[in-house]
């Protein structure tokens, strides 16, 4: 089965919906519109239910198929917020807010599952309940853990949970899959670096904590290189720095930002062990101070078997056998859907949505998700609803 031909009817409204998201987009928990919107839309599909305020600016919504509410109740995840990000993209439907953009592709989730309700509770084709869940703050908000500890899974009795998200690097309209981990695990890193100001042209007199940012981001790159064993995974990357404020003095101080990926709780552990051992020692090493942490954001992203191949059979009914690959390996990315999988069985997919070699990826400016697959992905939600739920 391609593409359900009701939900193919309505794409281009789909399509107005997205791009109206992406004109409006809004940070982690600071969801409002968005989720009104949502809420709205949900009542005007006729959801059995509809719940805001869920995890803040969450919103929940419940179908019921054949037989009302007697039965099991899967839960189906798209997540809401955007980036701060100044976009790029010089569309017509570009952002409106400055230093904003949906650059992740959230706002094609939030309509792919908004289609897929639209369809569910016009047809009904299932026995049981769909639970459509809108979560907030993916980015950096940890949405997913406070739906978790909410007892999202508990008040409405969900046996699986199934996540989506978009892949520029894959073609528009494919779907890849993996099971176990296809996502890592993430923590953030902080360091802040105190030495002694002085003359650009007296550094004898300072301690130059610029000098010492560049040896620890030397230092850093030996935790993986040499303490993980080459066969496992791990990566520590510094993304900011800040420090200085003109060309010919030593500033007393510098900031830095970075990020550490892992699949293996092991591998976790080491990181955080030599990060927190490495830096002060370097910075002492030059008569300078440091200040750091590493704060874990979420575990890996660790697929369900049995719930994955659930997953493939949707993805193949609706996009056909060659048209859905096999991962051989996760990538390092991180989402904090790991915290529903650490809480109830379920899986997660990736849909392609690239048009071109030299797409830009995630994360970037120039991002835009790609209205063609909206009608596929919510297809992929609505099959996997009635196969798993069978009348």
Known sequence: MPVINRIAEFQPELAAWRRDFHMHPELAFEEHRTAGIVAQRLRDFGCDQVIEGFAGTGVIGVIHGQGGANGRAIGLRADMDA?????????????????KMHACGHDGHTTMLLGAARYLAETRNFAGSVVLIFQPAEEKGGGAEVMVREGIFEQFAISRVFGMHNWP??????????????????????IALQGR??????????????????????????????????????????????????HNVIPDTVQMQGTARWFKPEIGALLKER????????????????????IRYCPATVNDPQSTQLTLAAARAVAGDARVQHMDKPTMGGEDFAFMLEAKA????????????????????????NDEVLATGASY???????????
């Not at 051992?277 to 942490?293: D, R, Y």
């Not at 939600?381 to 009348?391: D, F, M, V």
Request: hydrophobic fraction near 45%; charged fraction near 10%; charge should be negative.
């Open 197 to 246: 100001g002085a003359h650009g042209a007296m550094p004898h007199q300072g301690v130059d904590p610029i000098m010492v940012a560049a040896s620890i981001i030397q230092g850093l790159q030996s935790i993986v290189a040499r303490n993980v064993e080459p066969v496992e995974a791990g990566v520590i990357t510094i993304g900011h720095i800040k420090g200085g404020f003109t």
């Open 381 to 391: 939600w609505s099959t996997l609803a009635e196969q798993l739920l069978p009348r």
């Open 83 to 99: 980036l701060p990000i100044e976009e790029q993209t010089g569309t017509a439907w570009a952002s409106q807010t400055p230093g």
């Open 169 to 190: 690097g894959l073609p528009a309209g494919q779907f890849a899959w993996r099971e176990g981990p296809i996502m890592a695990a993430v923590a953030n890193l902080e």
């Open 346 to 369: 379920g899986s997660y997919i990736m849909i392609g949505g690239g048009v071109g070699a030299d797409d830009p990826g995630l994360h970037h400016p120039k991002y835009d998700f």
């Open 275 to 294: 990060f927190l051992h490495l830096v002060p020692g370097i910075a002492s090493a030059f008569g300078a101070t440091a200040e750091c942490s590493f």
